[in-house]
């Protein structure tokens, strides 16, 4: 069982900046692709970013130039720069994985979820 804990959310002004950090109890995490999705109240769960275990970033439309996603396999972690944030982009962030396969954008596709963490931009 994988645990995946966030940090890194909160309260930034339209055109600011936030980084997003997850890491992950698993030793192995290498084999695993990981992603970022987020939902805003009243939404369904979205697709933001992934990066595979055999493949590099792939992102959203609406986050692509804004948005870098990075893993760092030694230190179990998988990051999400975001910049110039938009009250749109205000949502629960979650960090998902998934071992030995590189899954689309269906959150259905993970298997494993972090809590999730507040980010919260303001016009």
């Known amino acids: 069982q994988v645990q995946l804990v966030e940090s890194g959310g909160g309260w930034v002004q339209a055109g600011g900046s936030l980084r997003l950090s997850c890491v992950a109890s698993?030793?192995?995490?290498?084999?695993?692709?990981v992603a970022w999705f987020r939902q805003a109240p009243g939404k369904e769960r979205e697709f933001v970013a992934r990066f595979g275990w055999t493949s590099g970033p792939t992102y959203a439309n609406s986050v692509k130039g804004r948005f870098t996603i990075s893993r760092d396999n030694a230190k179990n972690t998988v990051s999400l720069q975001m910049n110039s944030l938009q009250p749109e982009d205000t949502a629960v962030y979650y960090c998902?994985?998934?071992?030995?396969?590189?899954?689309?954008?269906?959150?259905?596709?993970?298997?494993?979820w972090g809590q999730g963490t507040q980010v919260t931009v303001s016009s």
């Open positions: 698993e030793r192995t995490f290498n084999a695993y692709s």
């Open positions: 998902a994985a998934h071992y030995l396969t590189v899954p689309g954008s269906n959150s259905n596709d993970y298997e494993y």
